[in-house]
């Protein structure tokens, strides 16, 4: 493994690049900052998809299309990979090992979470959420109970969705693809384009489930209308945010409300040039908080920033930025207004960002995506 890097940049005004959002505008003032501390925490990883930190401070890593579980000694940038079935995971395209969750009792009951695409007998394949347990000695993921299948996934693996997060509440919940199937997003009784919730520990419908007293796969939707989710994440307050890849325009960031529809619904057949919110769908369609516009930035993996010694990012949302290569700091008033967006010169030079992971300490976990085994697990900090 190459020697871990500490880049630290001189004082500089950081780059506030407000992009258009369901017109808002920002009304905060641009104020310099010392340069973030970012640090190189492990090199030679490939398309790692998400990062999630143990109790025991090392960290775990999904690798998409290695199908790959991987562990990190954050100390000395060491990785191995566990054992684990990765002939049952299907991999293509977008879709393979994808998103990870660690219980928050992961101390007793030694319990992760991951969705990835799953080899079917026959030789079809789905998306699946499994829980597993690892070993003691963190040298093995066994599977403990699948707790939710038959996320679509089609024969190129595109639109697989697939990101996890374990609510405050306890509750799991998992950001899905349409798979580029054009009903998908509309349609109650398909889990593809939704934002779905459960119980973590038996894989049944959240109870306080918008149809959670209803037969099917609509008891596990909590909202619908998505295209592609690429990030989750819980602010402060409680209230849960879905970032979403667009198609030649319009990425966005959802506020998510129970039962809410995100307009999504691309027929007859995969109609892009449709709009990511048809207002001309029947009821109430809920406006992004935040669009990229056009063309897209193709904004993935998220997590909002905690800690004063962020200074003005403190409470911001972290988005992991793939085509536009960055990290981008999003602040929503805590109504959700968008207040300003700001893109620092730090994380510029490692190309694609795919997920970005608040770690115990305060500091930022970011993963790039450039792949061929060329990527890195980040350390990001505030100003020292």
Same mark, same amino acid.
């Given at each position: 493994?190459?020697?871990?890097?500490?880049?630290?940049?001189?004082?500089?005004?950081?780059?506030?690049?407000?992009?258009?959002?369901?017109?808002? #505008?920002?009304?905060?003032?641009?104020?310099?900052?010392?340069?973030?501390?970012?640090?190189?925490?492990?090199?030679?990883?490939?398309?790692?998809?998400?990062?999630?930190?143990?109790?025991?401070?090392?960290?775990?890593?999904?690798?998409?299309?290695?199908?790959?579980?991987?562990?990190?000694?954050?100390?000395?940038?060491?990785?191995?990979?566990?054992?684990?079935?990765?002939?049952?995971?299907?991999?293509?395209?977008?879709?393979?090992?994808?998103?990870?969750?660690?219980?928050?009792?992961?101390?007793?009951?030694?319990?992760? =979470?991951?969705?990835?695409?799953?080899?079917?007998?026959?030789?079809?394949?789905? $998306?699946?959420? $499994?829980?597993?347990?690892?070993?003691?000695?963190?040298?093995?993921?066994?599977?403990? #109970?699948?707790?939710?299948?038959?996320?679509?996934?089609?024969?190129?693996? #595109?639109?697989?969705?697939?990101?996890?997060?374990?609510?405050?509440?306890?509750?799991?919940?998992?950001?899905?693809?349409?798979?580029?199937?054009?009903?998908?997003?509309?349609?109650?009784?398909?889990?593809?384009?939704?934002?779905?919730?459960?119980?973590?520990?038996?894989?049944?419908?959240?109870?306080?489930?918008?149809?959670?007293?209803?037969?099917?796969?609509?008891?596990?939707?909590?909202? =619908?209308?998505?295209?592609?989710?690429?990030?989750?994440?819980?602010?402060?307050?409680?209230?849960?945010?879905?970032?979403?890849?667009?198609?030649?325009?319009?990425?966005?960031?959802?506020?998510? #409300?129970?039962?809410?529809?995100?307009?999504?619904?691309?027929?007859?057949? =995969?109609?892009?040039?449709?709009?990511?919110?048809?207002?001309?769908?029947?009821?109430?369609?809920?406006?992004?908080?935040?669009?990229?516009?056009?063309?897209? $930035?193709?904004?993935?993996?998220?997590?909002?920033?905690?800690?004063?010694?962020?200074?003005?990012?403190?409470?911001?949302?972290?988005?992991?930025?793939?085509?536009?290569?960055?990290?981008?700091?999003?602040?929503?008033?805590?109504?959700?207004?968008?207040?300003?967006?700001?893109?620092?010169?730090?994380?510029?030079? =490692?190309?694609?960002?795919?997920?970005?992971?608040?770690?115990?300490?305060?500091?930022?976990?970011?993963?790039?995506?450039?792949?061929?085994?060329?990527?890195?697990?980040?350390?990001?900090?505030?100003?020292?």
């Amino acid at each position: 493994m190459r020697a871990r890097r500490l880049v630290v940049l001189p004082v500089l005004a950081l780059l506030a690049t407000t992009l258009s959002a369901a017109g808002c #505008r920002a009304d905060e003032p641009r104020a310099a900052a010392a340069g973030l501390r970012v640090a190189v925490v492990a090199d030679g990883l490939d398309h790692p998809w998400e990062v999630a930190e143990l109790p025991t401070g090392d960290l775990l890593v999904t690798q998409r299309e290695r199908r790959a579980l991987t562990l990190v000694d954050p100390a000395t940038g060491s990785h191995r990979d566990l054992a684990f079935p990765s002939a049952s995971v299907w991999a293509r395209g977008e879709t393979g090992l994808l998103g990870l969750a660690v219980d928050p009792q992961f101390t007793s009951n030694r319990r992760i =979470y991951t969705c990835q695409g799953w080899r079917l007998a026959g030789g079809g394949h789905d $998306i699946r959420v $499994i829980a597993w347990t690892l070993d003691a000695g963190l040298t093995r993921a066994t599977p403990a #109970r699948t707790l939710l299948t038959g996320l679509p996934s089609n024969s190129i693996g #595109r639109h697989g969705g697939c990101r996890l997060l374990i609510l405050r509440n306890g509750a799991l919940v998992v950001g899905t693809g349409d798979a580029a199937q054009g009903r998908n997003p509309q349609n109650l009784r398909s889990l593809g384009g939704k934002v779905l919730r459960l119980d973590r520990m038996t894989g049944r419908a959240w109870p306080a489930n918008p149809w959670a007293d209803r037969k099917g796969k609509r008891r596990y939707v909590l909202s =619908y209308g998505h295209r592609n989710v690429q990030g989750l994440a819980q602010r402060a307050d409680g209230t849960l945010w879905s970032v979403e890849h667009g198609t030649s325009r319009d990425d966005e960031i959802n506020l998510i #409300r129970k039962r809410g529809n995100y307009g999504w619904n691309p027929v007859p057949g =995969y109609d892009e040039t449709r709009p990511m919110t048809d207002q001309r769908l029947p009821g109430k369609q809920l406006a992004a908080r935040w669009r990229s516009g056009d063309p897209t $930035i193709a904004p993935s993996g998220a997590a909002f920033v905690r800690g004063s010694a962020w200074g003005r990012y403190d409470g911001a949302l972290a988005v992991a930025v793939l085509k536009d290569q960055r990290l981008l700091f999003v602040r929503f008033s805590a109504r959700g207004k968008l207040r300003w967006t700001d893109a620092p010169a730090e994380l510029r030079a =490692y190309g694609r960002l795919r997920d970005v992971t608040a770690a115990s300490d305060g500091s930022l976990l970011v993963t790039t995506d450039n792949g061929d085994g060329h990527d890195v697990l980040l350390r990001v900090r505030p100003p020292a």
